[in-house]
Nanobody, 127 residues
Framework: QSQLVESGGGLVQPGGSLRVSCAAS????????IGWFRQAPGKEREAVSCIGGSDGKAYYADSVKGRFSISRDNAKNTVYLQMDSLKVEDTAVYYC????????????????????WGQGTQVTVSS
């Protein structure tokens, strides 16, 4: 059974850092484009960052560019999202999702192109 599990969320003060993880079972993440999305209360789910499968190209939403970094650890079958200089407005449930290997992430992460989704991990930025 293919499954994605996010972890690493929590409560952090503004300006702090967190690293959230996306681990897979039942399939290899290195053969998929992986996206991180988030959803705040009362808002639509939005793309944060994604990384291509075939080319490893990364995309970042303007709101997180320069503060967040996506990376893979193929040996651990895990994708990470390092979040630095966190802001109150980064508070949301963060989801990872897996899409096709040849998915082009150059123009962004389109929610409808991602097939497998995790259950999400809560990130709260508050003083």
């Amino acid at each position: 059974q293919s499954q994605l599990v996010e972890s690493g969320g929590g409560l952090v003060q503004p300006g702090g850092s967190l690293r959230v993880s996306c681990a897979a079972s039942g399939f290899r993440l290195e053969y998929h484009a992986i996206g991180w999305f988030r959803q705040a209360p009362g808002k639509e789910r939005e793309a944060v960052s994604c990384i291509g499968g075939s080319d490893g190209k990364a995309y970042y939403a303007d709101s997180v560019k320069g503060r967040f970094s996506i990376s893979r650890d193929n040996a651990k079958n895990t994708v990470y999202l390092q979040m630095d200089s966190l802001k109150v407005e980064d508070t949301a449930v963060y989801y990872c999702a897996a899409g096709g290997f040849f998915l082009d992430v150059g123009s962004g992460c389109q929610i409808g192109e991602y097939e497998y989704w995790g259950q999400g991990t809560q990130v709260t930025v508050s003083s």
